[in-house]
């Protein structure tokens, strides 16, 4: 079936340690994206990438670094220099270009700073 | 730049009650809406999508959604409801982002939603 995959679900980081969220969808899909999630805030953009070898900030990118090497693979690094890493975080993608369409996300990775 | 506002941070339903949650939206032009289920700990789905077209739009699992231009409002509504709707619901609002593939979307704080039996 396709469908995003993100792995791993928990993570926990301890403090100045970087950490890398993966990302992978057989969706054939474009666009990428990265969210993150506070309760109470709804979903906030850190990164997101059109094509291979391409991205851009979102809204909340500081702390944040991401690779697109391969169409179906956008990893998340949470460095150290973000200062509270702790949420929820979402990837989803987006078919090529059109009416804009709706995103399909993973499951999610609950990253905890420990 | 575009905004979505989700008045009831938090509702509570008996099971068989009608339901509407409320969601405003802040965009120049014409919008493109959504609204998104999300279950504890897992990502969201896509209950339904307003491009264009009918104001009145339906989606899955009993819900449904109206555009009003005059009111930019996309609220969701469903006639009875059941202990497993109980979940967080999103409302957004996308846009492309340049001349690209990307989308921009921009999602209200949420409404949980909790159904009494």
């Known amino acids: 079936d396709g469908g995003i995959t993100q792995s791993p679900k928990y993570l926990f980081r301890k403090e100045g340690q970087n950490v890398t969220l993966s990302c992978e969808q057989n969706?054939?899909?474009?666009?990428m994206y990265w969210y993150r999630q506070d309760p109470g805030q709804g979903l906030r953009l850190i990164y997101y990438?059109?094509?291979?070898?391409?991205?851009q900030k979102g809204d909340i990118a500081e702390g944040y670094s991401v690779s697109r090497e391969k169409k179906e693979s956008f990893p998340l690094t949470v460095t150290s220099a973000q200062k509270n890493p702790t949420a929820f975080y979402l990837c989803?993608?987006?078919?090529?270009?059109?009416?804009?369409?709706?995103?399909?996300f993973g499951q999610g990775t609950r990253l905890t700073v420990v | 730049a575009q905004s979505v506002t989700q008045p009831d941070i938090h509702i509570t339903v008996s099971e068989g009650a009608s339901l509407e949650l409320r969601c405003n939206y802040s965009?120049?032009?014409?919008?493109?809406l959504f609204w998104y289920v999300q279950s504890p700990g897992q990502g969201l789905q896509l209950l339904l999508k307003?491009?264009?077209?009918?104001?009145l739009v339906q989606g899955i699992k009993g819900f449904e959604a109206e555009f009003k231009r005059s009111q930019s409002s996309f609220n969701l509504r469903k006639p009875s409801v059941h202990w497993s709707d109980a979940a967080e619901y999103f409302c957004?609002?996308?846009?492309?982002?340049?001349?690209?593939?990307?989308?921009?979307?921009?999602f209200g704080s949420g409404t949980q939603l909790t159904v009494l039996p």
């Open positions: 989803a993608s987006t078919p090529d270009r059109g009416p804009v369409t709706e995103a399909f």
């Open positions: 969706l054939n899909h474009d666009a």
């Open positions: 990438s059109q094509i291979v070898n391409d991205f």
């Open positions: 965009y120049g032009a014409t919008p493109y």
């Open positions: 307003y491009f264009s077209g009918d104001t």
């Open positions: 957004a609002v996308g846009v492309h982002i340049s001349s690209g593939s990307a989308r921009q979307l921009t």
